[in-house]
């Protein structure tokens, strides 16, 4: 076995996909540019007397991230909106693939479940740039790797 990384072993992440859930619907979200999924511990920091050092105690994780995407679709305003107008914030799983065919690494999939959209873009106008973007923040519940 090599003791280092090739190049060409590096997952692309150009040659991922995201599938999303949304209330019984399944969609390829082809319009993203960027998908990320992160997850913080949360922790207290423990002071005992008679030491120097702080120690750190984990007591949980929570599940963030955020996507952005070309501004093309209402399906993300259509989430909040629904909201709106019933009190009821829908939430939605995705499934989240890398796989470089150039790449010996193989297929990296994970499903997060329990997505809330906490922020969106509700409409833009930007002269300065050719396309427009809308960008995204969630929280998740669940992950399944």
């Known amino acids: ?18 599938m999303a ?9 082809f319009d993203l540019t960027k998908f990320t ?16 050092h702080t120690e750190t105690k984990v007591h949980g994780i929570k599940g963030t ?9 209402s399906k993300y305003r259509d989430i909040i909106l629904d909201y709106y107008k019933t009190g009821k914030m829908p939430q939605f799983k995705a499934v ?11 297929r ?13 873009s509700f409409g833009m106008l930007d002269n300065s740039v050719a396309v427009s973007y809308t960008h995204l923040r969630a929280h998740e519940t669940s992950l399944h790797l």
Do not use: C, H, W
Not at 13 to 18: N, S
């Open 65 to 73: 991230g955020t996507f952005s995407g070309y501004y093309v679709s």
């Open 37 to 52: 999924a992160d997850i913080e511990l949360d922790t207290t920091e423990i002071k005992p007397i008679g030491v120097r």
């Open 21 to 29: 859930t949304i209330d019984n619907k399944v969609y390829e979200l």
């Open 108 to 120: 990296q999939e994970i499903m997060i479940e329990g997505i809330t959209i906490t922020k969106s």
């Open 96 to 106: 989240v693939v890398n796989e470089d065919p150039a790449s010996k690494a193989g």
């Open 1 to 18: 076995m090599e003791k280092y990384i090739l190049g060409e072993d590096t997952i692309s992440g150009r040659e991922g996909k995201v």
